[in-house]
């Protein structure tokens, strides 16, 4: 078994409540997000268009986090999942320097590195992702990808313009998106501007070790 | 292509709540100076050896007791960076094999019980039982101070560090921050002509890292457009240009003149000047390429 997420950015409306259905369904503190989504707008007024992309970890078959991670703390289950274990982590944030997605974060609570696990203890209970369910125009597909009857595997057969982030950097993500165009996956295809954030003022909680 | 599409676009990012930008910083720094000094010394002790190990004498102990301290610098500035410090001893007990930190810890714990032992073998006075121990020590030192390369390859979303320079980069800070302290730490138990050999090797040092950053600094974006975005923190008016070229001058360019000028003018002054300018800006640059990677957006 080989569990993967696609996402079709057609569909997607950046409700956010995949956000908020991850951030209860994980506890996951204030200032931290193992799911967002991200808004990138396109063009000049009037012909403007707003974008939304929704970025969770990829769980990669060649993880650099996994890799590089010196306690094992993060690590392969079965399914294909990347999974952490907090108890192990020893906080050296390799896995945050390594992966190419920015997906993993310091718990500013537990000290420890954390991700987006798939909701990994949902579905060893049979239950879907919490992001999935909250979805409300079913963007999220979610299924085994080594059983081609399952609705992702059908899902990527049927359309052409399947993509994922950073196809260069060998991790070779099992996260797919479909109708992204290059705003949607690629961080240096737009711009970032002071001033232009919908959200300038964000509260972060202070993290142990060093930051500047 | 980007740079077109950005024009063409104008995608202007509205809403992302991207990681906090520098997530290794200044500790970490001090790490890698610390060790670059720590196993730099030891490589110009057998150096010396091989040269002149007459002039050993009254240089064994208090060299091995520089590089203990420096050792234990790099492991107190590694230990201090970790946000669960009291679970260092996990590496140890649940080693992670294909991480370099874990091989790095490793290696740098047996490196440091080494030392350990032929600092209280220099006290004894058992010199031939130190030279032995110096070339095994010697050996040790090499990986000990590439694994700080090999972990920043690991970090596959920093492409500026490549294996390729980043390990010839480690092994120069060390040979030039190495012969740097040495020729402090010789004083006048060196002789003229052993303090030139090791400024030779400090100009040396300062000239191939100053060739390679400058050619990353030149081609490197060439190929690669996340590293064409990350070095223009250091080009123009870059937040990191000035402090880049800091590092540069007072690393590399003024250390290799005065070297050349010590060497002209037989002045032990101005090579010991060049060894503290040498010490001081590697921490300068070593602190801006480890920060500046750190500054590119992943999401």
């Known amino acids: 078994m080989q569990l993967g997420f696609l996402v079709d950015l057609h569909l997607c409306m950046g409700c956010k409540g995949c956000e908020i259905a991850c951030k209860v369904e994980n506890e996951v503190p204030l200032s931290t997000w193992r799911l967002r989504v991200k808004y990138v707008d396109v063009g000049t007024f009037p012909e403007t268009k707003r974008t939304f992309t929704p970025l969770r970890c990829n769980h990669c078959e060649n993880a650099p986090c996994e890799r590089i991670c ?22 050296c944030a390799g896995c945050v320097m390594a992966c190419p997605y920015g997906a993993i974060y310091i718990d500013p609570e537990t000290q420890t590195a954390d991700k987006c696990t798939y909701c990994a203890h949902r579905i060893a209970s049979s239950m879907m992702p919490a992001c999935v369910v909250a979805c ?5 597909i979610f299924g085994d990808l080594d059983d081609p009857t399952s609705n992702i595997s059908k899902y990527i ?35 970032r501007i002071e001033g232009y954030n919908l959200f300038d003022k964000i509260t972060t909680l202070p993290l142990g070790g060093h930051h500047e | 292509m980007i740079h077109e599409s950005l024009a063409a676009t104008q995608a202007v990012v509205t809403l992302d709540v991207p990681l906090p930008d520098v997530f290794w910083g200044w500790f970490v720094t001090m790490n890698m100076w610390a060790k670059s000094i720590g196993t ?89 039982s130190f030279d032995k121990l110096l070339f095994w020590i010697t050996l040790l ?27 010839v980069q480690m092994i120069l800070a060390a040979t030039l921050s190495g012969s740097a302290a040495i020729i402090l730490l010789g004083g006048s138990k060196l002789s003229d002509e052993t303090k030139q050999f090791f400024g030779a090797i400090l100009g040396l040092s300062a000239l191939l890292a100053f060739i390679i950053y400058m050619s990353e600094y030149i081609f490197g974006g060439m190929k690669s457009e996340e590293v064409t975005a990350i070095l223009a923190h250091v080009k123009g008016d870059g937040e990191y ?37 040498a ?13 500046i990677p750190q500054l590119l957006p992943l999401s």
């Open chain 1, 136 to 140: 409300p125009v079913e963007a999220n």
């Open chain 2, 279 to 291: 010490i001081v800006g590697l921490w300068v640059v070593k602190h801006v390429w480890l920060v």
């Open chain 2, 40 to 128: 730099g010394l030891i490589f110009m002790l057998f150096l010396l050896l091989r040269k002149n190990s007459g002039e050993m004498k009254g240089l064994r102990t208090s060299t091995l007791i520089v590089s203990f301290i420096f050792m234990n610098v790099f492991l107190l500035f590694t230990l201090a960076d970790l946000h669960q410090p009291f679970r260092m001893w996990h590496i140890f007990f649940y080693p992670h094999w294909t991480s370099a930190i874990t091989v790095g810890a490793w290696m740098a714990t047996i490196f440091v019980g080494l030392e350990f032992l032929m600092i209280i073998l220099g006290f004894q006075k058992k010199t031939e």
């Open chain 1, 70 to 91: 010196p306690v094992s703390a993060l690590h392969y289950i079965e399914n294909g999942i990347v999974n952490i274990d907090k108890e192990r982590c020893i906080g």
């Open chain 2, 241 to 277: 240009a000035t402090m880049f070229w800091i590092g540069q001058w007072v690393a590399y360019l003024l250390p290799m003149l005065l070297v050349a000028l010590s060497r002209v003018s037989k002045s032990n002054s101005l090579l010991s000047l060049a060894a503290i300018l």
């Open chain 2, 141 to 167: 030192a090499i990986p000990v101070t590439l694994y700080t390369a090999g972990i920043m390859a690991e970090a596959s979303a920093r492409e500026l560090w490549q294996m390729s320079t980043e390990s």
């Open chain 1, 157 to 191: 057969q049927d359309h052409r313009d399947v993509r994922v982030r950073k196809p260069e950097k060998g991790t070779n993500p099992h996260h797919f998106y479909v109708g992204a165009g290059e705003v949607n996956l690629n961080p240096l295809a737009s711009q």
